[in-house]
């Protein structure tokens, strides 16, 4: 079935407040552009004229992260960089919008009833209409996607702007609002722009200790920022914020990561979020740390953070024990269940692993790509003799081996393990080998300990303190003494 986005009629409206007459070096664009265009999908019979006024405006955004998420993905699938991937989604503002316009569209009966898609209702209606999509502009895919709503190879529309000479391109037109809505925010907040009439929650920031430097380059990612109001938004939020502990120094770092909790509500997102990551245990003692790590973590929707909870008790995890995890990887919650977590927990359990305790002790490790960084490490170890039950063992017995690079880190340390007097299976008993500092911790002991012909194992030369460490080696040495008749 053929299903993509036909343009059916695109109706341009120029409200000028000026006639003034405007030269050939001059560009002049209107007081305001209305572009109204109606989509629609043939074969389906969608209607996307659909008002959005009813989604509530948290909800909306909410939406708009899970389609960035679902494009992001799909855009990797086809062989995009994460950096070109990225490129595209902040290009495709236009596009996501209509992904998430489609969305109310297929499932309007649920909206109406105010019932929130899941997870993964969101992705069944994403993928096989991303799918179509690309089978029906194949290697213009991501050009349709940047320049909606004008898919590639339709033809060039010249719209007249306010002079016979002046002319706009449509294909233009989604990357010139994007741009002018950009250029505006900016100018909110230039360096022309005396203090005093700065936007009054800009001062507030800069009162509050953060940079204007900083404050320009939020708004150069998300523009909607400069137009926040101080009391209906950035304050309440930081003032939230400060109440949960967060040191005021950190407030500059969470509102870069994340300037959208400025747009949510308080009362009707950001503290009922809270309180339901509380109740499954959350550190409610440790929020300034999670959010610091991690501030999108409140943006996030319910269904979203039930399919993850979900996960995590389906893996085995007890109530308490997805509190810590939450509490210590918060951004575990980012993961997509079906496309990163669960197919990491497999591999991991072809390998032997108990999924449960490696997600306790490291569930930073479940968002490494299978195939560009698990495989690897385990195709390493397997050449060097090592067993696939050895595999197991040494990542039950320690859980972030699996996050180390390769070429930075196993490698190197690995080519010196051989130099060591230790046999290979010392690394089964103790893979925390890997985890200390190669120059500053394990040639410093071992060539000490060489140098003296003390016979120490390999847990005892890297775990213990300077001040035990010193006391074993004195002791083995004096131990080789009484054995010498010294």
């Known amino acids: 079935m053929r299903a993509f986005c036909a343009i059916r009629s695109v109706e341009f409206y120029f409200l000028p407040k000026r006639t003034s007459p405007v030269t050939r070096t001059q560009v002049f664009f209107p007081a305001k552009l209305v572009l109204r265009a ?15 006024k009813a989604v509530p405006p948290t909800l909306l955004t909410a939406e708009k992260e899970e389609a ?37 569209s297929v499932h309007k009966s649920r909206y109406l009833v105010g019932r929130e898609l899941t997870t993964l209702e969101i992705r069944d209606a994403f993928s096989p209409y991303l799918e179509a999509l690309l089978e029906e502009h194949g290697n213009t895919f ?23 000479n002046s002319t706009l391109d449509f294909e233009k037109l989604p990357d010139l609002a994007v741009d002018t809505r950009k250029l ?38 998300f523009p909607a920022f400069a137009y926040y109001s101080l009391e209906g938004k950035v304050k309440p939020v930081v003032e939230f914020l400060l109440d949960l502990g967060v040191p005021k120094a950190d407030i500059p770092t969470i509102l870069v990561k994340r300037p959208q909790l400025c747009g949510i509500s308080l009362s009707e997102n ?38 993850t909870v979900d996960f995590l008790y389906g893996m085995g995890l007890s109530e308490e024990s997805i509190g810590k995890v939450l509490t210590r990887c918060p951004n575990i919650i980012s993961y997509s269940v079906e496309d990163k977590l669960q197919p990491t927990a497999e591999y991991f ?12 002790r490291s569930p930073q490790t479940f968002g490494l790509s299978i195939e560009a960084n698990l495989k690897p490490l385990t195709k390493f170890f ?60 394990i040639k410093p002991r071992y060539a000490l300990v060489r140098q003296l012909g003390v016979r120490l194992l390999l847990n005892q030369v890297l775990s213990l303190s300077d001040h035990d460490f010193d006391k074993a080696v004195k002791k083995k040495l004096k131990k080789m003494g009484d054995g010498n008749g010294v």
Do not use: C
């Open 38 to 52: 109606k989509f629609e999908i043939p074969e389906s019979g969608i209607d996307e004229s659909l008002s959005l």
């Open 68 to 104: 960035k998420a679902v494009l992001t993905l799909f855009l990797k699938k086809q062989g995009l960089s994460n950096a070109a991937a990225s490129r595209t989604i902040n290009k495709s503002d236009f596009f996501v919008d209509h992904l998430v316009s489609r969305l109310h």
């Open 142 to 164: 991501v050009n349709m996607v940047e320049s909606f709503p004008n898919p590639p190879g339709k033809g060039r529309s010249a719209l007249q702007v306010s002079s016979p």
């Open 184 to 221: 505006r925010a900016m100018a909110r907040v230039s360096g022309t722009v005396p203090a005093e009439k700065l936007p009054q929650h800009v001062i507030y920031l800069i009162e509050l200790g953060m940079e204007l430097e900083k404050i320009q380059g939020i708004i150069r990612r």
């Open 270 to 307: 950001l503290i009922p979020t809270m309180k339901f990551l509380e109740s499954l245990g959350l550190d409610k003692k440790k929020w300034a740390k999670v959010l610091y790590r991690f501030p999108a973590l409140l943006t996030y929707s319910r269904a979203k953070l039930k399919s």
């Open 349 to 360: 359990l072809s390998l032997g692993v108990d999924v449960s305790l490696l997600l306790q």
């Open 382 to 441: 397997l050449e060097r003799g090592y067993s696939v039950e050895d595999l197991g063992t040494m990542i039950q017995r320690y859980g972030a081996l699996y996050t180390f690079s390769l070429a930075d880190n196993l490698i190197p340390k690995w080519e010196y393990f051989l130099s060591m007097d230790y046999p290979q299976s010392e690394l089964v008993k103790f893979p925390q080998y890997f985890g200390y500092s190669l120059e500053d911790r």
